[in-house]
């Protein structure tokens, strides 16, 4: 395992993660959660609860890139490699996260694939990152 390029894999999967976060649920999703803000905390509180979502990031973008290098196979395209990484775990996560928290909230159904399409896009764009970061 190359740790520079693992370390430097990292850093870009936080980031692309960090930035797709706030275009998804900050900007895009933004009017949906005003519409159902009785399902979720107040502007203030989640604010003040910021550096445990910081914390989650730290932890997620070091194993994220971590399990695409074990998977890494040399001499193919980083790319594609990263593309492909990200569309399974983006499937299998968003599915799960998706479904899951319809089930468990008070959402409307769109909201919830909403969720689906914009957990599959930050992991497709997350496995792209590891994947032109690290590769042969």
């Known amino acids: 395992m190359n740790t520079k390029r693992w370390l430097l894999a990292s850093v870009a999967v936080f980031v692309v993660v960090a930035v797709l976060e706030f275009l998804i649920h900050g900007v895009l999703l933004s009017d ?7 399902v979720w ?3 203030a509180e989640m604010q ?6 910081w914390v989650g990031m730290l ?9 695409y290098v074990k998977g890494y196979e040399k001499g193919k395209p980083g790319l594609g490699q990263g593309f492909r990484y990200g569309l399974y775990v983006g499937v299998m996560l968003s599915v ?5 928290w319809y089930v468990i909230l008070p959402i409307p159904p769109a909201l919830a694939f909403y969720w689906f399409v914009g957990i599959l896009v930050e992991f497709i764009a ?3 990152a590891a994947g032109l970061v690290y590769h042969d």
């Not at 949906?32 to 009785?38: D, E, G, K, N, W």
């Not at 003040?48 to 979502?53: E, G, N, S």
């Open 59 to 67: 932890v997620f973008a070091p194993f994220f890139a971590l399990i």
């Open 32 to 38: 949906v959660y005003r519409q159902t803000a009785s």
């Open 41 to 43: 905390r107040s502007e």
């Open 96 to 100: 799960m996260h998706s479904f899951g």
């Open 48 to 53: 003040k609860m910021m550096w445990i979502f």
């Open 126 to 128: 997350a496995g792209v």
